[in-house]
């Protein structure tokens, strides 16, 4: 309870108090369950989507507000970590310099770029998939982005210089953890497209092969992880999930 407890606390806005002292240890119990959090944030999108349908509203207005809902249930921080990524990730120079950028607290134009295309993907899925009904599709697409955030924790070993947070998730998740969530989302993913049962794990798949190669990259460019990879890896992989998911018609 003390790692759900802190996982809330962290990834939320939700009034829960976790411990008060916390090491590797309390970070790695809260990052193992970051995808419990990502199914309470999916199931309050959904909410907002079923509202915003009810009272007439469009299906792309339903995705707006639910993407607003999540970047506002969640700090923002993983929409600004998306774009400190993609800044660090385009500017030139050595590791220092491009952490340098991450930390400036302004938005370059390779992370507005990467804003507009993730929110502008995200709404328009989510709004897709609430109209054809497809409800644990969005829960399912939100919760996989947790997913992403274990896999991070176990790629990169290490911290990214001057990474508070990298330095106390980095390295802290095992391989039965990361593969026991991986082989539970491939099993729960059959279920979000009814009637192409293939198209989940294809989702699965491509999603967290793409989260992949960002982390690894990214611990390469600034030299470990930080918070902000995991929040663009986490974005990436929601937008990627979706996307694929609301191809079906």
């Known amino acids: 309870m003390t790692g759900l407890r802190l996982a809330v606390s962290w990834l939320t806005v939700l009034p829960v108090r976790g411990p008060d002292t916390v090491d590797r240890a309390a970070a790695k119990r809260a990052i193992s369950l970051a995808p419990v959090v990502g199914i ?12 915003v349908g009810a009272v007439g509203g469009s299906d792309l207005l339903g995705g707006l507000l639910a993407v607003a ?24 120079g050595p590791p220092e310099r491009a952490r340098e950028i991450m930390k400036s607290g302004g938005a370059g134009p390779f992370g507005v770029a990467a804003l507009i295309f993730v929110i502008g993907i995200q709404a328009a899925t989510f709004g897709s998939l609430a109209g054809s009904g497809r409800w644990f599709a969005i829960v399912f697409a939100i919760t996989l982005g947790r997913v992403a955030v274990i896999l991070a ?23 039965p953890t990361t593969a026991a969530w991986i082989v539970f989302a491939l099993a729960a993913s059959v279920f979000a497209v009814p009637g192409t049962w293939w198209l989940g794990p294809v989702a699965v798949v491509a999603a967290l092969n793409l989260a992949a190669v960002l982390i690894r990259h990214c611990t390469h460019r600034f030299g470990g992880l930080n918070g902000d990879v995991l929040g663009a890896a986490l974005e990436l992989t929601v937008t990627t999930t979706a996307a694929v998911l609301s191809l079906h018609p």
């Open 69 to 92: 809902g999540l970047a506002a249930a969640t700090r923002g921080m993983h929409l600004d970590g998306l774009a400190d990524t993609f800044d660090g990730l385009g500017s030139y």
């Open 40 to 51: 309470l944030l999916g199931l309050a999108a959904s909410a907002v989507l079923w509202t």
């Open 153 to 175: 924790c176990r790629m990169a070993a290490e911290p990214a210089p001057g990474a508070g947070f990298g330095a106390l998730v980095a390295g802290t998740q095992s391989v």
